[in-house]
């Protein structure tokens, strides 16, 4: 479902569906809240009663007997209110608890492919500001929409009950107030929508800031970072500003007008019973039509109130629903099999791929995998390769072609068996703010110390670990700040290997990791893990050394296959970039002597 499919009444109808199973905390909390209304114009009715039947007759019997109805209503109507309040904001806050669940579960089945049009902090506002939209609107809006109504019938009904010539001056002042409250939530909405919009930008220029740092200072661009962001400040503050002088319009406007109105009944009536035209209209009951009068205040506030709680709930609901009800675009077929790892052959089968259905990123790859063998993909930056293999766990799927995992197409298989098999040290490392044994034992949370410590190992990383001030305990600082780049990868490289998976890749895992560290590791892995499969990707020719197979993409293509001898022997890419490397480093080499 799309964006554009989700009208005014199709956001009610999730919002309905999606608050069903706390439906009886809604139905007490309105159910209260009718109490409520209905006890505050009780209170008028007590009124009118007291100045017709102790005032005016000069009767003393009853004195006391309105004045304590009166305090006793009241006293219910706070105990109404409170529950109208807790039921209402309890309900609210259920629904939001699940549907926060299924928006973290649904964002996280997401292919890359639908995160990397979004930016985190578009996302980030996505859950956060338009959560607390619904919820607002759940557990304040909608009830208060409700009451509104609740208002103007029961007012219109006690003042057909007590003399219907007033109906005129009732039925005049609604449009005039509909209008007022039309026109508050018409002109607001659009502001709103603007103003969650600059909200979004504004917290993902945070987020971006925060990460980019040390990037920021070492430019020593300060000033101008700071100087964008208090731009987009200012543009979302006079947005803010905006609806707010529109707000303190209109309503002080339909508060005039209501006073103008109660003003009109006191003298209608005042002159109808002074000529005595109606019978029967007494004091009180003039009394209690002007205070009806004066109360409709209440509703039109309130009513204004519900138009912009269901534009804004509009808004935030239709982003909302259509990420939770969007297709998952990597999802396991109606008849998917568990995947059967025999041995780990991988075949790319004809396998072409593209983000946006015109350049093709991958181009008409064919190529096989064997049993137990370290193949290195190499290629320059942009060359495809990280694309590639993101394709084998489905991270992407081919637009054309297919991929076999031991002959079984990995499309018919069930996306979480297919996870599992494969370990993949992704480029960017990935580290939780959580201890270093948490973040090794990420894929297998009940794995021995012992398991741990040999993981760790293997990926040379247990020096340093044993350094650090806690050992395994040592907690990670945000984003693995308080570690190197190697150390990083090698941690990553250790929660790989925990897992034993079958399949293993490393894309560009060891770019940061010196030559001797790096050489130790890839001889340690490719001993320990006889009978797996390994693809390691690399722009450095030095982590190609262990491979048996060696594959060179460029720009989506395979140019070059084989071994280091063949590929040694074709004069060809592979060579050039041999000799280049083997300069620079010569140079290199001869640099540091002087
Ligand atoms: N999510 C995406 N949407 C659109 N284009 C993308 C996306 N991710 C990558 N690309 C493009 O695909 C091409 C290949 O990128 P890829 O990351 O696979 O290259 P790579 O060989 O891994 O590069 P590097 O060595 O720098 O990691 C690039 O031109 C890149 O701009
Ligand atoms: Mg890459």
Same mark, same amino acid.
């Given at each position: ?188 909405r659009p502001i709103i929508k603007l103003r969650r919009e600059e909200f979004g930008k504004m917290s993902s220029d945070i987020q971006e800031k925060v990460e980019g740092i040390e990037v920021i200072k070492a430019f020593g661009a300060e000033d101008i970072e700071t100087e964008t962001f208090r731009q987009k400040a200012q543009n979302y503050l006079d947005l803010y500003l905006k609806t707010v002088i529109i707000r303190n319009l209109s309503i002080p406007l339909a508060v005039f007008i209501v006073s103008a109105a109660s003003v009109l009944v006191v003298i209608q009536g005042g002159i109808l019973i002074i000529n005595g035209t109606v019978a029967g209209l007494t004091v009180g009951e003039l009394i209690l039509l002007n205070l009806f009068m004066l109360q409709l205040r209440t509703p039109t506030r309130l009513f204004g109130n519900f138009i912009v709680g269901i534009n804004s709930v509009t808004i935030s609901g239709r982003r909302v629903f259509s990420l939770l009800h969007s297709e998952e675009d990597i ?72 991929? +076999?995992?031991? %002959?079984?197409? $990995?499309?018919?298989? /069930?996306?979480?068996? #297919?996870?599992?098999?494969? =370990? !993949? ?127 060179? +993409?460029?720009? %989506?293509?395979? $140019?070059?296959?084989? /071994?280091?001898?063949? #590929?040694?022997?074709?004069? =060809? !890419? ?21």
């Open positions: 479902m799309s964006e554009a499919d989700l009208g005014v009444l199709k956001v009610q109808k999730e919002l309905f569906k999606s608050s069903r199973k706390e439906a009886p905390f809604y139905i007490l909390g309105i159910g209260a809240m009718f109490a409520g209304t209905q006890l505050s114009l009780l209170t008028s009715i007590i009124f009118g009663r007291f100045v017709d039947e102790v005032i005016v007759p000069k009767d003393a019997s009853r004195f006391w007997l309105y004045p304590i109805l009166f305090l006793l209503a009241t006293l219910l109507l706070s105990f109404m209110n409170y529950c109208n309040r807790y039921f209402n904001d309890k309900g609210g806050y259920r629904t939001i608890y699940r549907l926060r669940d299924q928006m973290f579960k649904k964002i996280q089945s997401q292919s890359l492919n639908y995160l990397s049009t979004e930016t985190p902090g578009q996302v980030l506002a996505k859950t956060t500001s338009d959560l607390d939209v619904i919820r607002s609107y759940l557990s304040r809006n909608f009830r208060v929409g409700l009451n509104a109504l609740y208002y103007y019938i029961s007012i219109g009904l006690t003042i057909y009950f007590i003399e219907k010539q007033f109906l005129l001056v009732y039925f005049t002042l609604l449009p005039i107030l509909f209008i007022i409250s039309a026109y508050y939530g018409r002109t607001v999802k396991d077929e109606p008849d998917a099999k568990p995947l059967i790892i025999q041995e780990g052959t991988i075949t790319f089968d004809d396998v072409s791929f593209s983000f946006d259905g015109r350049i093709k990123i991958l181009d008409n790859l064919n190529f096989t995998i064997e049993v137990g063998k370290t193949v290195a993909i190499l290629g320059s930056s942009r060359s495809g390769k990280s694309t590639l293999i993101q394709h084998i766990p489905r991270f992407y799927d081919p637009t054309e072609g297919r991929i +076999l995992i031991d %002959g079984q197409d $990995i499309k018919q298989v /069930t996306v979480d068996t #297919l996870r599992k098999s494969i =370990g !993949i040290v992704t480029q960017e490392t990935f580290l939780f703010s959580r201890s270093v044994r948490d973040n090794i034992a990420f894929g297998k949370p009940d794995a021995t110390d012992e398991e741990i410590k040999e993981a760790a190992r293997l990926a040379r990383a247990d020096e340093f670990i044993e350094r650090l001030p806690q050992g395994y305990d040592t907690i990670i600082g945000e984003r693995g700040i308080t570690l190197s780049g190697g150390q990083q990868q090698r941690l990553a490289i250790a929660r790989c290997l925990l897992v034993r998976p079958k399949i293993l890749i490393f894309d560009d895992s060891t770019s940061s990791i010196d030559a001797k560290t790096e050489y130790e590791l890839h001889k340690e892995i490719s001993g320990l893990l006889e009978g797996r499969t390994i693809l390691i990707v690399t722009q450095k020719l030095s982590s190609v050394r262990f491979a048996e197979k060696i594959i060179v +993409l460029d720009e %989506g293509e395979i $140019i070059e296959e084989g /071994t280091h001898e063949q #590929l040694m022997e074709n004069r =060809g !890419i592979y060579k050039e970039i041999v000799q280049t490397q083997t300069t620079f480093q010569l140079e290199k080499e001869a640099i540091a002597k002087e």
